[in-house]
């Protein structure tokens, strides 16, 4: 994976994060949740997104520093 994100991130939430790449880059993607979990054919439910974004501990200043 590029710029290391793979040592940084789970499988699960490198998972997530390439539907929700996948979601953004489409046609007709308006950016909320439903729209992501439909548009990136996501098998799971949209709490699922949900409780990944607000749940999931992100340490910001080493994501910032990958980008």
Known sequence: MTLGLALYF???VIKHLVYLVDALTTKGCSGTLTDVRYWSFHP???TTLS???????????KLLEKL
Request: net charge positive; charged share 30%; hydrophobic share 20%.
């Open 10 to 12: 789970s499988k699960p």
């Open 44 to 46: 799971n439910h949209r």
């Open 51 to 61: 409780h990944f974004f607000t749940k999931s501990p992100w340490n910001e200043e």
